[in-house]
């Protein structure tokens, strides 16, 4: 899959260039299905909610789960992260965030690239994200929340949060989103199961708690071109990883004959 000139120049112009129906019900219901036992799991790869106790965000799935590892190496996913970073790419991340319906808490606003930075001392933002509805996100669940054009800010300065939720982040602070939102307002991409969001790296971004009755599962990947390579391993392996081996693509149809395979 490659994206079009005018979604590559959205991505140039607005930092993210958001694709309704990038994957079918089927192989949606594929990913979500191995999701409860993801979740179910005692290690360290589920980071909890601090009160509910709940999966904040499940980490690296796609090292021991058969169906993300194939998720992380889509043609519909991949395809499009070497075509706006120019090259080839390994995954430096890889989450599954389960924003729990009336338990998911916030994530405040902040750039992906301001942690990959302090902590990974990854050298430039030619990293980006992309991001798989697994449930349909609505105004209600806590949808992402993008400030358009604020990429083109570079790295802005930002301060370690380890108090507000269970998981530490560096946060930018209250009077930069305002000037941030003053210039280029706010967006909050939704849609049904199967959309997807490709965004930069540097794009500020935050969500709302879910306060709604509906869960708001979420795929997260990081793709980061090998030649830009973190040269810090101060975090766990499973949340910044350290095999920086170019991506060989699955089948477009991977999920689908899975789902075929497990079967028979």
């Not at 991949?78 to 890889?94: E, K, M, N």
């Not at 949340?239 to 999920?255: G, K, Q, S, V, Y």
């Amino acid at each position: 899959m490659q994206l079009t000139q005018d979604q590559l120049d959205q991505f140039e112009r607005d930092g993210y260039v958001f694709i309704p129906d990038l994957f079918s019900a089927e192989e949606i219901a594929v990913m979500k299905g191995e999701v409860p036992a993801l979740f179910a799991q005692d290690r360290p790869e589920n980071v909890r909610e601090r009160v509910s106790g709940k999966v904040r965000t499940n980490f690296a799935a796609h090292t021991y789960n058969d169906v993300y590892g194939k998720v992380s190496r889509h043609p519909r996913l991949i395809g499009p992260a070497q075509q706006l970073l120019g090259g080839p790419v390994y995954i430096h991340q890889f989450k599954i965030n389960g924003k729990a319906a009336f338990d998911g808490d916030v994530w405040q606003w902040h750039q992906d690239y301001g942690t990959w930075q302090a902590d990974d001392q990854m050298p430039e933002p030619r990293a980006m994200n992309f991001a798989v509805y697994l449930d349909e996100v609505n105004e209600y669940n806590g949808p992402l929340m993008l400030i358009p054009g604020s990429h083109r800010k570079g790295a802005i300065p930002a301060a370690h949060d380890l108090s507000t939720t269970s998981y530490p982040l560096w946060v930018i602070n209250n009077d930069t989103i305002r000037q941030l939102v003053d210039e280029g307002g706010i967006v909050a991409p939704k849609g049904g199961p199967g959309s997807a969001l490709f965004f930069h790296g540097c794009l500020v971004h935050g969500s709302t708690s879910n306060m709604s009755p509906w869960d708001r599962w979420v795929v997260y990947v990081t793709a980061n071109r090998t030649d830009n390579a973190i040269r810090q391993f101060k975090r766990p392996e499973y949340i910044a990883h350290r095999d920086f081996t170019p991506i060989e693509l699955e089948a477009d149809d991977c999920l689908l004959a899975h789902r075929r395979s497990a079967a028979e």
